[in-house]
């Protein structure tokens, strides 16, 4: 009888990073030619690889070849589905029209260590280039290390002193909406917010208090959701019973399709008792019932000009800038008369 023979494993990064004598990160460093190795320590990780035999992964190919070709997407799983999909088809998109592949880090919620795992593991693999599109507000010094050694372009994300943003003005997506509530006449303006610890939800809120500040309205406290409909559906229902409600500024059109249908269930028609505005302005916005009124981000086109600003080879370059526009449509209108 013949016996199986196990295969035998393939040499790891730690393996190379334990003959070397550093961490498994400045292995990473020194196989990208980071300029924050000594010559010293890269000579010693390259006698390590090829003690070890480390020679097929994506970090030894990018030794020979100068680069990976490959781009890393960080994305969390929960929040805006469309959003994301479209982030994520923009990406691969003009990742694929200049020959690149793309690797996908997806975490579970917005936790930092998740995020350290996230880009530690992308860069791991020897990415080219990183396209963040994780909200988070506070950056660790590892993510500051590894986005540093490694070009970087975020989505209204996470913020690190080596990244570049693309992507609108949060705040002024948040004056905007309010503001064209104020001009229809609107006094009594709520706002249903994303959760806290999002960047955007916080930049939109902010937006929305100095519009009405500037008008001499005091901002009532903002309702909050998860970004779902679900929970614009919860909130609406809360908003539905007050009657001096005439206007409310949803964070994201989602939360918005869930809060038209819980007014609309409660009686309140909108846009004649109660106009909506949200932010996004997604495929689906121009289609609910009425038309929804929405703040664009274009997701695809920015997904897609990440990737460009990234493999333009040039840190010093800036993003240009993206103006916030605003789609009018059936769910707003002036107040009725009382």
């Known amino acids: 009888m013949s016996e199986d023979v196990a295969r035998p494993r393939q040499p790891s990064m ?84 200049a020959g690149y592949a793309v690797s996908i880090a997806t975490i579970a919620s917005l936790d930092a260590r998740r995020m350290e795992r996230a880009l530690a593991r992308l860069a791991d693999q020897g990415v080219d280039g990183l396209v963040i599109a994780v909200p988070l507000i506070s950056v660790t010094r590892k993510m500051e290390d590894i986005t ?3 070009p970087t372009v975020t989505l209204d994300g996470s913020r690190t002193a080596g990244a570049r943003v693309i992507g ?33 939800a916080r930049q939109r ?11 001499g309205i005091e901002a009532l406290p903002a309702l909050e959701g998860d970004w779902s409909p679900c929970s614009g559906y919860r909130q609406g229902q809360i908003i539905a019973m007050i009657p001096e409600v005439t206007a409310v500024f949803v964070a994201c059109d989602e939360m918005a399709f869930g809060l038209i249908r819980a007014l609309r269930e409660r009686g309140r028609a909108v846009p ?24 664009r981000q274009d997701f695809f086109g920015h997904g897609a000009a990440a990737v460009r600003l990234l493999l333009q080879g040039d840190a010093t370059v800036e993003p240009s800038a993206v103006e916030a526009t605003l789609s009018v449509r059936a769910s707003t209108a002036p107040p009725r008369p009382r």
């Open 14 to 97: 730690a393996d190379v990073a334990r003959v070397a004598g550093v961490s498994a990160q400045t292995v990473s460093r020194a196989l990208r030619g980071s300029a924050h190795v000594s010559p010293d320590t890269s000579r010693r990780v390259l006698a390590a690889v090829e003690q070890v035999g480390y020679r097929f992964n994506s970090a030894a190919r990018a030794l020979s070849s100068g680069r990976s070709l490959t781009v890393g997407l960080v994305l969390l799983a929960s929040g805006g589905y469309y959003s994301r999909s479209a982030v994520t088809a923009g990406v691969e998109s003009a990742a694929d029209d």
């Open 168 to 200: 609108i003005d949060q705040r002024e997506a948040g004056r905007i909406a309010t503001q064209h509530l104020l001009d229809l006449g609107h006094r009594q303006i709520w706002h249903l917010s994303g959760p806290d610890e999002w960047l955007e």
């Open 148 to 150: 540093r050694d490694i």
């Open 272 to 295: 004649e008792d109660v106009s909506v505005v949200s932010v996004d302005d997604i495929a689906l916005a121009a289609y609910c019932t009425p038309p929804l009124t929405a703040v």
């Open 205 to 215: 809120r902010e937006g929305w208090q100095e519009c009405l500040a500037l008008a």
